[in-house]
Every structure is written in C-alpha cells, then in structure tokens.
C-alpha cells in the first residue's frame, strides 16, 4: 500500500481500466469454467484464478485465509503461478516485438498480463533493454499497482460468500468479523498516506524492503510444509487451468488494447 500514490494510479490506471476489467473478469471466468468442467478442488481453483488475474502470490496469500485454503492448496497454487510468471518474462518482450507493440501498449500489456509484480518489473526492464529510452517499466508497474487494487473487491466479496454459505448451510455461524480480510483497510490506509503525506524516499524504501522480506518468509513456512510428491501427482489439472488462464487474459489484453486503438 505505502508503493501506491493514487494519484499516479487514477492518471495512468484510468487508461489501462477497460484492459484490467476484462483480463480480470476473463481469468475469474475462465477458472470457473474449468473448476465446473474438471471438478476441481474449490479452494485451489479460486486461488488460481485470483492469482492469475490480480498479482500472484500475493492475491493468493490474501486470499487464502478469507476461504480457509490450507497450506497445501496455498503452495500448489502459487507454484502453478509462478511456473506462469517465469515463462511470461521470458517469451513476452519478443513476442511483444514480434507484434509490433509500441512502448506503451508493452507497457499496457506487462502490466495486465503477467501476473506476479516481480515478473511484471522484469519483463519490462527487458523490454527496456531491448529498447533503449523506452521507460516502460513505470507504465507497467502503474498499471499493475491499479490491478492490485482490485484484491480489495475480490476479497470482500469472498468473506461475504463464505458467510453466507454459513447461514444457507444452517452450520455454525461463521463470524464476519473474524474473517474480513482487515488487511484491505491498512492497504488503503498506506496508499491515502502515501497520495497526502510526502513520505521520505528511504522509509518507502524500507517499508517495501520489509513488505518483501514477511512475503518470502511467509512463502517459506508454506513451502515447508508442503509435500512435493504429491504435490506434482496432483498438479495436472491446476497447470492446465493456470496455463489456460494466462493465455485468456495475454490474448483478451492485446485484443482489448486493439480495439481501444492502442496497438
């Protein structure tokens, strides 16, 4: 949150708005399609699709407790969408090139179509290299915090679904107090404070040193209480729904971006 003017978000986003709704909404559909057609664990599905159409591994660790995933579900998800991350920063600057994108509609599209922040800055940084002066990375970076912003709906809407399943079920009350992703007050709090408060670079600097380092140590912990035996016996379905969804929202990107006039 505290890496998120708005101001910056609502000048640069407000474009890239039309793009981000449709990967979003494609990568949410598609995930449910495929969870229906090959009945797949829930959780996992969610998960998959949350991440591949929002930021990652970080969609994916905010939203795992909202539906009460387990460490299991948590780590096959992100492995299937960091598999993804991987492959996008490699193949996508030349596939760029290869289409003829401008330095903004690459811009626009790094930031749509990858899914994970890191692999977001990494194909655009290639992207810069390969074309000297282009700046895309703070357009991509840009369109990508405005992406992010986009958990905050996600998982309310998650906490109120599960509440409600709750009370249809006639189970034991699920607590809506317990279970409201409190963590999107903060992000928003952070990212007010940042917009009106002219925060010293190098507490921004820590602040997302520290952000990166309780991430990796998160990671970590569920890494190591994951089973990698089983887990790949069972990988089969959640590679194929994540590699179906990266291609949804990559192809809606560049389409959205053609019809806009863009590219």
Known sequence: ??????????????QSLPIILSTIATSLIVAYVLYRAMKMDAHISTLIGVGSSICGGSAIAATAPVIAADDEEIAQAISVIFLFNVLAALIFPTLGSALGLSNEGFGLFA?????????????????????????????????KMTRTLAIIPITLVLALRRAGKSDRSGGAQVNLKKIFPWFVLFFLLASVVTTVVPIPAAVVAFLKDASKFFIVMAMAAIGLNTDLIKLVKTGGKPIFMGFCCWVAIAGVSLGVQHLLGIW
Do not use: E, K, R
């Open 1 to 14: 949150g505290f890496g998120m003017n708005l101001a910056s978000v609502l000048q640069v986003g407000g």
């Open 111 to 143: 930031g749509t179509a990858v899914n994970d922040t890191s692999s977001v800055t990494a194909a655009a940084a290639a992207w810069d290299g390969m074309h000297p002066g282009a700046n895309t990375l703070d357009t991509a970076a840009i369109v």
